[in-house]
């Protein structure tokens, strides 16, 4: 038996991480305890306890447990096991991993049991499955994020574990394993089983040896993870094309994933370019896309593309400042009542098309005013249109 599977949590108490869930009074872990919970699905990285935690809920709501893969998921298995215990008191829990893979065939077949409740479902994915589960399976479940186990959680479960499985390992050695996990239980716990097995005493070059590099987050520090990410961002911010290499650079080589720093870069697109230059959106989200399917080495193109693009063209902020004021306008009270002409029934709705595309009309009860250009980049030419259509000089 690996040790992953020795030490995996038979009770939600036991499971590593995942307090926002879990705590004593937690909403998600109350749900369990009174046998109130929904349908589910569950998203968050490799190793973070997804199966573990449908498990342990099987086993706290006393349910014959049955665990699939939507990759190989046969709908005649599905059926087998509805019909099963169809005519029994027993309400089994169904997992399914790679939800997101599931078919609308695949979710059809599903929704009868759940509206029903002849069992419990509940999936699992790496990636957040909202959008690939039809709008019927999403409005009969409820979808929760795990997140990263973070270093200290590691930390104790691993100290856990070396003293019962008596093994010697220096202080190095235990933070290498921590920190090249990247918050992955059960990759730390691997890695940890193959060095032992080379020998009685594990050291951090036995340990790099067998994984030279951080599995995912890249830097082995939390707090270097977030500074380079950073220092890009702002070099980028300031136009710095090297800079912005640079630290894009160190991400790569601390082995940071291609789509997280793809992510942050659509982030930086909207929020510090904007309208200044559109099309660094566009070559933002064509980069995520990208990276998502080809992954590294040559992911490193794409993003380094994408950086140069974004570090020379001009910035502006003016959409990030104007959604902002127009939300704190509204969460400090300002509520009105939506004009008569531009409801729904159209009474008194003048239609610009019929006035050569503009004509004077209200559309807010009080004016407000939240977007203020930076007349920078094509900013300045989408000041242009918008004065020319309201005959502004």
């Not at 999403?138 to 104790?156: D, M, Y």
């Not at 020379?312 to 902020?317: A, D, E, G, T, V």
Request: hydrophobic share 40%; charged share 20%.
């Amino acid at each position: 038996m690996s040790l992953a599977q020795k030490y995996r949590p038979s009770s939600l108490d036991e499971i590593v991480g995942q307090e926002h869930l879990l705590a004593k009074g937690a909403v998600f872990r109350t749900l369990i305890e009174k046998d109130a919970l929904i349908h589910s699905f569950f998203y968050g990285p490799p190793g973070c306890g997804k199966t573990t935690l449908a498990r342990v809920i099987a086993k706290i709501l006393r349910r014959p447990f049955f665990e699939l893969n939507a990759t190989t998921l046969k709908i005649d298995d599905l059926r087998k096991i509805f019909k099963e215990y169809a005519n029994t008191l027993e309400k089994p829990l169904i997992f399914i991993d790679e939800v997101h893979r599931l078919s609308k065939n695949q979710q059809e077949v599903l929704l009868p049991f759940m509206e029903n409740n002849s069992a419990l479902v509940i999936g699992a994915s790496t990636e957040n499955p909202y959008y690939s589960l039809t709008s019927a399976m999403r409005s009969r479940s409820h979808l929760f994020e795990l997140k990263h186990v973070n270093n200290s959680a590691l930390k104790l479960q691993l100290q856990k574990i070396i003293e019962k499985e008596k093994v010697e390992l220096s202080k190095e050695a235990q933070d290498f394993l921590v920190s090249s996990s990247s918050g992955d239980v059960r990759a730390m716990l691997n890695l940890l089983e193959s060095a032992i097995a080379l020998g009685d005493k594990v050291t951090v070059k036995m340990l790099k040896s067998i994984r030279p590099h951080a599995l995912q987050a890249g830097s082995s520090e939390a707090d270097t993870h977030y500074n380079l990410t950073s220092a890009m961002i702002k070099s980028i911010r300031g136009s710095d094309i090297d800079a912005s290499l640079y630290y894009l650079a160190r991400l790569i080589d601390g082995g940071e994933p291609a789509e997280f720093i793809a992510r942050r870069l659509a982030i930086l697109a909207s929020e510090d370019i904007g309208n200044a230059n559109p099309h660094a959106l566009n070559l933002a989200s064509s980069t995520l896309n990208i990276v998502k399917t080809i992954g590294y080495p040559e992911a490193r193109i794409s993003l380094s593309q994408l950086v140069i693009y974004l570090a020379s063209s001009p910035k502006s902020n003016s959409a990030y400042v104007a959604i902002n004021s127009a939300l704190k306008a509204i969460k400090e009270g300002a509520i009105y009542p939506i004009p008569a002409n531009i409801k729904q029934d159209n009474v008194g709705y003048l239609y610009p098309h019929d006035f050569n595309g503009w004509v004077v009309q209200s559309y807010m009860v009080k004016n407000m005013k939240f977007y203020n250009s930076s007349k920078i980049g094509f900013e300045k030419t989408l000041d242009e249109w918008s004065n020319k259509i309201r005959g502004v000089l």
